[in-house]
């Protein structure tokens, strides 16, 4: 067989591609915008929900919401450590997201207004991750689906806080039970965007469901997440944003209006809300970071040269 | 160009023994400036949920590895030695403990 | 793995050694008696557990403000892991605090209903970090003091104090490594951080004689056998600190044991670093009195 036909057949036979086999440059590199992508949404990610550890109105929202945050990290680092798999380098991707030549995820660039939206950021944003990130733990190559297992096993802890802490403000005072409701609607439509473009403009997701790296389309995923969330807003005692939103008995789903797409042309192509602010951020801890890294650099390299290493 | 790019701290493969008993198996990958801050930086990356109760980290660079080139000539001449396995040898149903 | 139900399939990888998902979360508490102990003023026995909760509430926040500011991602998760060790000890000091007190307050009472003027951390925690080494600078100093006070605590004659403080010797001896690694690191590291680390380590060391003056409180406990006498921990601190420094080609900063000079945090004097913790921290709660979280 060719390089070619065993690739062809690795991801036929619904077996994982590891990061010394040949693999089409196509792909290679479809993979790395990927997972990059993915990684720098879990790092910028940080930064709406982070900006609310310090104010969290009682000690226990306080250690859940920093130990979440600190996932997200974690989830950052998992995923780049697939990328490099790949032959991409860490500081590389950075240095293109800080560019603004890489992407993250869309849903980050908007604010968080008040402590209702970390628990409307847990049930929703988290929620949708987890519907985009399910299927992708059989994603064809096997580093990032290896990832992926790990981050949706702690990403149901994400979800599950949320969805908590929403509870508890609902049984709370009538002005906790507007802000979750003024948090529900900030977020829904947004959250319907994580699942990116209707399938009619997604260039890309032919030849990535070929290759196994996509596992649904948007729009499946989309109804999906619908789907799962409406029983759970009635739980909540919440009312999603959407008129139109109602039980189609003949299809099994719940029908639901558009989301506006020209809104999610602009916060991807950089005109959102916070687009600037979060990059920024992330480009001064970088910068400022500097030189902590190199003096630990550099000390490795002089112990490793002046003593024998231990 | 390349070069000035290049990460500062070189990579490490990460390797977690979940519970006594078992292997240390490869869990991922990190960056850390030397090996004491590689075994920090695995303990607070892969461990945080007591997942592990010892881990080795290795420099990237040092691990040799066969590549897929080489999997005819590694792995494939083990393949006909069923000998090697237990359930190549039929033993009747009614001998016990076997 | 089924797609059908997202939320299901989490659970496939279940079996799945390469995750191994620890189950031993134990509550530190389990089986301890909580009376407080003959012998222990309850009055001082609450303003201990203040005391030493209170310095880790407002490191821990200290910490929390590096949260997406950290040098590497590495550190990030290192940083919040520090934190939340702290957080963890200062949950169960302020409980402590609040049961021997019977007067109803539990943990977010006093971490959000109290002023400034009633908080009893040591200067230390307070103070914000100019850099990273400034950061690893007071994490070290904080971490060998109350590695060797925590070490001492945990056989303390309140049972309580002494499960926190066994719990917490584990979790600060690496706070400790942490910092030491770090401030070998940058000492020796580059020249910019060499100078960098030296002006953090002077910054620092006027606010580490509080550290070991016995508050009254500490010494009436501490002749009950239910505190630490702070006095007690300077050589094994000057000893670690020592080591740490010429490792990292520092030299040891001298600090004046009357620094600061006169009563301070113990006693509830406090600087605008605690005013700019508390702004923070208590503003959600205090804004909206009797919701629940
Ligand atoms: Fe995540
Ligand atoms: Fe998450």
């Known amino acids: ?310 | 160009m390349t070069e000035q790019i290049r990460h500062e701290w070189p990579l490490f493969e990460v390797f977690v023994r979940a519970k006594r008993g078992l292997n240390h198996v490869h869990v991922g990958s990190l960056r850390a400036a030397d090996h004491r801050m590689a075994l920090h930086h695995a303990r607070d990356l892969y461990t945080r949920r007591n997942e592990g109760v010892s881990i080795w980290v290795v420099r990237s660079d040092d691990v040799a590895s066969s590549g897929p080139g080489d999997k005819e000539a590694f792995f494939e001449p083990s393949a006909d030695k069923a000998y090697r396995h237990p359930t190549y040898y039929a033993i009747p149903d009614s001998v016990p403990h076997i | 793995m089924s797609f059908d139900d997202a939320y299901q399939a989490l659970t496939d990888h279940d079996d799945d050694a390469r995750w191994a998902y620890g189950t031993g979360f134990t509550d530190p508490l389990a089986g301890v008696p909580t009376d407080v102990p003959d012998g222990a003023d309850p009055g001082d026995l609450t303003a201990y557990c203040l005391m030493l909760g209170d310095d880790a509430l407002v490191l821990s926040h200290r910490l929390q403000q590096w949260v997406t500011r950290a040098p590497e991602l590495e550190d990030e998760l290192a940083v919040a892991n520090i934190a939340l060790d702290l957080l963890g000890q200062a949950r169960l000091l302020l409980s402590r605090a609040g049961a021997v007190e019977g007067a109803g307050r539990d943990e977010d009472a006093l971490a959000y209903h109290r002023d400034a003027g009633d908080f009893r951390n040591v200067l230390l925690a307070e103070r914000a970090d100019a850099d990273f080494a400034h950061l690893v600078a007071r994490l070290l100093v904080f971490a060998t003091w109350r590695l060797a006070l925590l070490d001492r605590l945990s056989a303390s004659g309140d049972p309580v104090l002494a499960a926190v403080a066994a719990k917490g010797v584990k979790e600060v001896t690496y706070h400790r490594e942490y910092a030491a690694g770090w401030v070998v690191r940058l000492g020796d590291g580059t020249e910019l951080s060499h100078r960098r680390m030296s002006d953090a380590m002077a910054a620092v060391a006027p606010l580490t004689g509080e550290l070991f003056r016995a508050h009254p409180v500490e010494a009436r406990l501490a002749g009950a056998g239910i505190a630490v006498d702070p006095g007690a921990l300077r050589p094994e601190f000057d000893a670690v600190l020592a080591q740490v420094c010429a490792a990292g080609t520092l030299t040891v900063p001298a600090a004046d044991p009357a620094d600061p000079a006169g009563p301070a945090g113990r006693h509830g004097v406090h600087g605008d670093g605690l005013a700019a913790v508390l702004g923070e921290l208590q503003a959600v709660a205090r804004s909206l009195p009797g919701s629940t979280w």
């Open chain 1, 1 to 310: 067989m060719t390089t070619e036909q065993v690739f062809a057949s690795t991801i036929e036979r619904d077996q994982r591609v590891e990061p010394r086999d040949w693999m089409p440059d196509g792909y290679r590199r479809t993979m790395i915008r990927q997972i990059a992508q993915h990684a720098h949404s879990e790092i910028i990610g940080m930064q709406p929900e982070g900006e609310w550890i310090t104010r969290a109105p009682s000690l226990r929202r306080k250690a859940i919401l920093l130990a979440k945050v600190q996932d997200e990290a974690g989830h950052g680092l998992y995923l780049y450590s697939a990328a490099e798999t790949l032959g991409a380098d860490r500081g590389d991707l950075t240095r293109r997201l800080i560019e603004g030549r890489q992407k993250y995820s869309s849903i980050f660039n908007y604010p968080t207004r008040t402590f209702a939206d970390v628990g409307v950021i847990g049930w929703l944003v988290d929620g949708a991750a987890i519907c985009n990130q399910v299927p992708l733990c059989r994603s064809s190559y096997g580093p990032y689906a290896r990832a992926m297992i790990r981050i949706c096993k702690e990403e149901s802890f994400h979800q599950r806080q949320g969805y908590e802490l929403l509870m508890t403000m609902m049984r709370g005072t009538p002005e906790q039970r507007a802000m979750v409701q003024d948090a529900t609607d900030r977020w829904w439509w947004p959250s319907l965007m994580m699942f990116g473009p209707p399938d009619a403009d997604s260039p890309n997701t032919a030849q990535s469901m070929a290759w196994k790296v996509k596992r649904h389309t948007n729009d499946e995923l989309r109804q999906r997440f619908v789907d799962m969330t409406v029983p759970q807003a009635e739980a909540l005692g919440v009312t999603l944003p959407d008129p139109e939103l109602a039980w189609n008995a003949e299809r099994g789903h719940y029908d639901f209006g558009t989301p506006d797409w020209a809104e999610l042309k602009r916060v991807i192509s950089g005109d959102g809300p916070l687009n600037a602010q979060r990059i920024a951020h992330r480009r001064r801890a970088d910068e400022e970071g500097a030189w902590v890294r190199e003096a630990a650099a550099a000390h490795a390299a002089k112990r490793a040269t002046g003593r024998a290493a231990t």
